[in-house]
């Protein structure tokens, strides 16, 4: 065993990737993301206590989410970018231990943990004690399990913090609340059920990051509205923009205006068309594509230059002939891909290479034709309320069927479209995540002109399904949350999904299905809590779970 990374739905074996990861990191990648992870607790350790003296530490804050956004599963693949990060990471580390220190702390120096004063210089060092670090570090496997599920739910909480403090919209609670959670990894004396409060604790911050991100993209580009999204192309060269980042999108829109360069939106970067702040940039022409683990056919055919803001890269094979095409930003990286370095001091990022890029490209060869349909996050579909709730009522709509989430690349992600396609007519689909792309070009039509498949964008505008739901318990006057039609089949991938999941738990959400597998980090003592507590189940057969979920 080289490596050991059981962080996502895809881990080899459904068990965890040993050699190099299904999602093509190295194994020496791995490693130092892990060890990137242990810095960032070695950070925690003091900055949590140097919250308690009231110091709250900018650039320490910051840090712990790019950090922490740099290990997502499909981010960040750079071996070097993951070690100037570990460098980077040690520098700050000293640096808040030396303010604690001047503002006379407690802190027996006799008895620091490892984390805390383990330091080292050379990539090689780095390279030896990335292999002490490691998950399976934690002995215990129903501790482990817990430590890691509050990480990755924590890893999901800092990518979408990210995106809103980019937006200018941070939240202290955030912030303390990651620190905090990473230095309890570390304890040893917390055991299960103070690690299950903690995981719980989680999905309460997952729903405040989300209304967090969920305010800074509504009130920086407006609040998405129903939008009909054209697939087909234009005649000119074009960049295609991936990922979350809105900031990004805005800054490549604005630069790129009056060059005769278009933009394209590829994966979970299509919501960017519902917003009406975009809407205003004719150059901005569509969607290019499918969900992410399509990219290496579609971005051959794209012609031009790719901007990843932030997951799901899939490494170019060796033979492809678009890797020089690929730019990344923010958090994501790829060794070989072009960087385009952050904002400094408050200023724009400039996106000048990648457009002079663009203008010797070819125009994307064109690969399907037509719209699909989405906008329907919360403010669109309270706008329609009295419609739905009318619908409900006479029976036209039956029930609703929350399918967010992600997509991936194991075949049986099939059962989301046969799904789809099997669900009754009087049935709404309400998505948001690259789930969708596995029917959201079905055509499923309409019922009274509400659309079967309701997109209210990325995975983190769960959120605004969450919103919805807590809108029709008022309006229909129910106690419970799950005593509304609305069901659960969701397809989970990576560690966003997770901080979504523990969102919903957290709002009380019950028998939520998770599929297509259930994760590997869960020990079977840690899925028994699930289960029991929460009513969480996988999925079985297409019609099977049809049936459970039309009679409950
Ligand atoms: Fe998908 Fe990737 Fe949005 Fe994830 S593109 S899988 S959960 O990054 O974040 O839904
Ligand atoms: Fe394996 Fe997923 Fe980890 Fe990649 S992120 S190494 S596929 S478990």
């Given at each position: 065993?080289?490596?050991?990374?059981?962080?996502?739905?895809?881990?080899?074996?459904?068990?965890?990737?040993?050699?190099?990861?299904?999602?093509?990191?190295?194994?020496?990648?791995?490693?130092?993301?892990?060890?990137?992870?242990?810095?960032?607790?070695?950070?925690?350790?003091?900055?949590?206590?140097?919250?308690?003296?009231?110091?709250?530490?900018?650039?320490?804050?910051?840090?712990?989410?790019?950090?922490l956004f740099t290990t997502i599963?499909?981010?960040?693949?750079?071996?070097?970018?993951?070690?100037?990060?570990?460098?980077?990471?040690?520098?700050?580390?000293?640096?808040?231990?030396?303010?604690?220190?001047?503002?006379?702390?407690?802190?027996?120096?006799?008895?620091?943990?490892?984390?805390?004063?383990?330091?080292?210089?050379?990539?090689?060092?780095?390279?030896?004690?990335?292999?002490?670090?490691?998950?399976?570090?934690?002995?215990?496997?129903?501790?482990?399990?817990?430590?890691?599920?509050?990480?990755?739910?924590?890893?999901?909480?800092?990518?979408?913090?990210?995106?809103?403090?980019?937006?200018?919209?941070?939240?202290?609670?955030?912030?303390?609340?990651?620190?905090?959670?990473?230095?309890?990894?570390?304890?040893?004396?917390?055991?299960?059920?103070?690690?299950?409060?903690?995981?719980?604790?989680?999905?309460?911050?997952?729903?405040?990051?989300?209304?967090?991100?969920?305010?800074?993209?509504?009130?920086s580009y407006g609040n998405p509205?129903?939008?009909?999204?054209?697939?087909?192309?234009?005649?000119?060269?074009?960049?295609?923009?991936?990922?979350?980042?809105?900031?990004?999108?805005?800054?490549?829109?604005?630069?790129?205006?009056?060059?005769?360069?278009?933009?394209?939106?590829?994966?979970?970067?299509?919501?960017?068309?519902?917003?009406?702040?975009?809407?205003?940039?004719?150059?901005?022409?569509?969607?290019?594509?499918?969900?992410?683990?399509?990219?290496?056919?579609?971005?051959?055919?794209?012609?031009?230059?790719?901007?990843?803001?932030?997951?799901?890269?899939?490494?170019?094979?060796?033979?492809?002939?678009?890797?020089?095409?690929?730019?990344?930003?923010?958090?994501?990286?790829?060794?070989?891909?072009?960087?385009?370095?952050?904002?400094?001091?408050?200023?724009?990022?400039?996106?000048?290479?990648?457009?002079?890029?663009?203008?010797?490209?070819?125009?994307?060869?064109?690969?399907?034709?037509?719209?699909?349909?989405?906008?329907?996050?919360?403010?669109?579909?309270?706008?329609?309320?009295?419609?739905?709730?009318?619908?409900?009522?006479?029976?036209?709509?039956?029930?609703?069927?929350?399918?967010?989430?992600?997509?991936?690349?194991?075949?049986?992600?099939?059962?989301?479209?046969?799904?789809?396609?099997?669900?009754?007519?009087?049935?709404?689909?309400?998505?948001?995540?690259?789930?969708?792309?596995?029917?959201?070009?079905?055509?499923?039509?309409?019922?009274?002109?509400?659309?079967?498949?309701?997109?209210?964008?990325?995975?983190?505008?769960s959120y605004s399904l969450a919103?919805?739901?807590?809108?029709?318990?008022?309006?229909?006057?129910?106690?419970?949350?799950?005593?509304?039609?609305?069901?659960?089949?969701?397809?989970?991938?990576?560690?966003?999904?997770?901080?979504?999941?523990?969102?919903?738990?957290?709002?009380?959400?019950?028998?939520?299905?998770?599929?297509?597998?259930?994760?590997?980090?869960?020990?079977?003592?840690?899925?028994?809590?699930?289960?029991?507590?929460?009513?969480?189940?996988?999925?079985?057969?297409?019609?099977?779970?049809?049936?459970?979920?039309?009679?409950?």
């Amino acid at each position: 065993m080289s490596m050991f990374c059981f962080q996502c739905q895809e881990a080899a074996k459904g068990t965890g990737c040993t050699v190099k990861g299904v999602c093509g990191k190295t194994d020496d990648v791995a490693n130092l993301q892990d060890l990137l992870v242990y810095v960032l607790k070695g950070i925690s350790f003091y900055s949590t206590k140097a919250r308690e003296k009231g110091i709250e530490d900018a650039e320490v804050n910051l840090f712990i989410l790019e950090g922490l956004f740099t290990t997502i599963t499909n981010a960040n693949f750079d071996r070097k970018a993951i070690i100037e990060k570990i460098r980077k990471g040690l520098e700050i580390r000293t640096k808040i231990a030396t303010t604690l220190c001047n503002e006379g702390c407690d802190c027996d120096k006799t008895t620091l943990p490892d984390v805390a004063i383990w330091t080292a210089s050379t990539d090689e060092e780095f390279e030896i004690k990335a292999l002490t670090v490691g998950v399976l570090t934690t002995e215990n496997e129903d501790i482990r399990s817990l430590r890691e599920l509050l990480i990755y739910g924590m890893k999901g909480m800092a990518a979408y913090a990210e995106h809103a403090y980019n937006l200018g919209f941070e939240d202290a609670a955030v912030n303390a609340f990651l620190q905090r959670g990473l230095v309890s990894t570390l304890n040893n004396n917390l055991g299960a059920d103070e690690l299950v409060a903690l995981v719980l604790e989680c999905g309460q911050y997952g729903v405040q990051v989300m209304a967090l991100l969920d305010k800074a993209n509504t009130t920086s580009y407006g609040n998405p509205e129903i939008t009909k999204v054209n697939l087909g192309v234009g005649t000119n060269p074009g960049i295609l923009i991936s990922g979350h980042d809105l900031k990004d999108m805005e800054e490549l829109l604005e630069q790129t205006q009056g060059t005769g360069v278009d933009v394209y939106t590829h994966s979970e970067m299509l919501p960017a068309h519902y917003y009406p702040k975009f809407k205003q940039y004719s150059h901005f022409v569509g969607n290019y594509g499918s969900s992410w683990w399509h990219q290496r056919e579609d971005f051959q055919s794209f012609n031009g230059p790719v901007l990843f803001t932030t997951n799901c890269i899939v490494p170019p094979l060796a033979s492809a002939t678009y890797t020089d095409r690929i730019y990344t930003t923010g958090a994501a990286g790829l060794t070989g891909a072009k960087h385009i370095p952050a904002r400094e001091n408050g200023g724009k990022k400039d996106f000048s290479a990648i457009i002079a890029h663009a203008k010797q490209t070819a125009v994307p060869t064109e690969i399907e034709t037509g719209e699909i349909i989405g906008g329907f996050a919360h403010n669109q579909v309270l706008a329609l309320a009295d419609k739905v709730v009318e619908a409900v009522k006479s029976g036209a709509i039956r029930k609703f069927f929350v399918m967010a989430g992600c997509d991936g690349r194991m075949k049986d992600r099939n059962y989301y479209t046969e799904f789809a396609e099997k669900l009754p007519k009087d049935t709404v689909i309400l998505t948001a995540g690259c789930a969708k792309y596995r029917y959201n070009k079905l055509p499923l039509g309409d019922i009274n002109g509400i659309p079967r498949v309701l997109d209210a964008g990325q995975c983190n505008d769960s959120y605004s399904l969450a919103v919805i739901a807590l809108k029709l318990k008022e309006v229909f006057e129910l106690n419970d949350i799950n005593d509304l039609p609305i069901a659960y089949n969701i397809a989970w991938y990576e560690q966003k999904a997770v901080i979504v999941l523990l969102a919903l738990l957290y709002l009380g959400v019950k028998k939520i299905h998770l599929g297509p597998t259930l994760p590997a980090f869960l020990s079977p003592n840690v899925a028994k809590v699930l289960v029991e507590n929460f009513g969480i189940a996988g999925i079985t057969s297409v019609d099977e779970d049809m049936k459970i979920f039309l009679e409950n």
